[in-house]
Each structure stands twice: as C-alpha cells, then as structure tokens.
T-cell receptor, first 115, second 111 residues
Framework: NAGVTQTPKFRILKIGQSMTLQCTQD?????MYWYRQDPGMGLKLIYYSVGAGITDKGEVPNGYNVSRSTTEDFPLRLELAAPSQTSVYFCASWTGGRVSYNEQFFGPGTRLTVL | DQQVKQNSPSLSVQEGRISILNCDYT??????FLWYKKYPAEGPTFLISISSIKDKNEDGRFTVFLNKSAKHLSLHIVPSQPGDSAVYFC??????????FGAGTRLTVKP
C-alpha cells in the first residue's frame, strides 16, 4: 500500500493564480481531510469528507474548495491564490469507527508559496 | 482561539532518560486525545491516544496521562532514544470530525 499520496511536493504560485492539490489514498478509508500548517503553528483543518459525495468545512475553509467524487481522491482547489495561503498542506485519511478512533494517516505534504 | 496548547516549543533530553511532553486544552467537550510524531519533510504519524474515560494509556516506551480536572495531558517516553527526536503534536477531538492540534514540541534526544 502506498498509503496517502500528495502531488505536487512543492509549488510556487503568483497572486491570483489557481491550482489543485491532489490527494489519493489506497486504504479504502471513508474519511479524508485537508490541513494546513503555518510556521510555528499546529495543523488547522480546512475541509473534510466522510465519504464520496459528502464534504464539509473545517476551521479555516475560506479561499478553498474540495470535491470527493471517489473514495480514493480528495483534491483541494485554491482559487485566486493569496500570500496568506503560503503554507504546508497535508492530506489525511481515516477508516472510521471506534477501534482506531481518529488515528489519521497523513500524506507527506505539499509546500506552497504564493508570491 | 487556540483550544490545544503546547507551551514548550522545544525539549532536549539525554539518551536513556525520560522525556515528558505537556499539553493543555480549554474545551471540556474534548473526548479523545492523541499524540502525533512528525519528522522533517514527512507527514505526522499517529503515536498513541487516550479516551476521556481513562487517565492513562501505555504502549511500549510511550505513556499518555490525562488529567481532566486540570485539562492537561502529558506524553512520557522512557527510555528516550535518539530516533525519538522529532516534533510531537498533541491533538484533541469532539467526535470524529473536529480534531484540533497544538503547535508542537520539538524533542531532541542527545546521545
């Protein structure tokens, strides 16, 4: 199993550009998440999904959009990139249930710089 | 509004000694607490967790203690090893969709 994969690893955007961060998991997990981590800060939840076709906002959703058309994929879309979106983005997944509660598997991250 | 706080940005200990990482929270509704470990250029990996109905959970060298009245949890690593050097994040959740993370503590274990 590859686990959670994210592409690209690094990206530099100009202000106002758009891009999609890709996330794929091969563990058949129902739950998927997008976090951002700013320097010296903890991870903050942007959006999450409890299954294909279902998404919901997290703590910091403004400036982002998501979709979940399949169990495996959970892309994060940035429209009109701003310098405040410079961050490291992590995608995560979790099987659900009470056996391994909230024990999320994380991808390696995408480092995004907006100039 | 930081609901989960790790007040020590860094901690340095000698190999073989105990490492104690601390975490405080403000939301009394949190019912599950986790510790994640992160190496540079990698995503966080799950380490250990504890439900709010318990006050201790042990897994090998790692033990998490929860003090609900003080809204405080701690991670003990005994004995500490150089491979434990990483950033440790405390996290807490209400249900399964709203996990909040602390800012992390960088642990350095010196040989």
């Amino acid at each position: 199993n590859a686990g959670v994969t994210q592409t690209p690893k690094f990206r530099i955007l100009k202000i106002g550009q758009s891009m999609t961060l890709q996330c794929t998991q091969d563990m058949n997990h129902n739950y998927m998440y997008w976090y951002r981590q700013d320097p010296g800060m903890g991870l903050k939840l942007i959006y999450y999904s409890v299954g294909a076709g279902i998404t919901d906002k997290g703590e910091v959703p403004n400036g982002y959009n998501v979709s979940r058309s399949t169990t495996e994929d959970f892309p994060l879309r940035l429209e009109l990139a701003a310098p405040s979106q410079t961050s490291v983005y992590f995608c995560a997944s979790w099987t659900g249930g009470r056996v391994s509660y909230n024990e999320q598997f994380f991808g390696p991250g995408t480092r995004l710089t907006v100039l | 509004d930081q609901q989960v706080k790790q007040n020590s940005p860094s901690l340095s200990v000698q190999e073989g000694r105990i490492s104690i990482l601390n975490c405080d929270y403000t939301n009394s509704m949190f019912d599950y607490f986790l510790w994640y470990k992160k190496y540079p250029a990698e995503g966080p990996t799950f380490l250990i967790s504890i439900s709010s109905i318990k006050d201790k959970n042990e897994d090998g060298r790692f033990t998490v203690f929860l003090n609900k009245s003080a809204k405080h949890l701690s991670l003990h690593i005994v004995p500490s090893q150089p491979g434990d050097s990483a950033v440790y994040f405390c996290a807490a959740s209400v249900g399964n969709n709203d996990m909040r993370f602390g800012a992390g503590t960088r642990l350095t274990v010196k040989p």
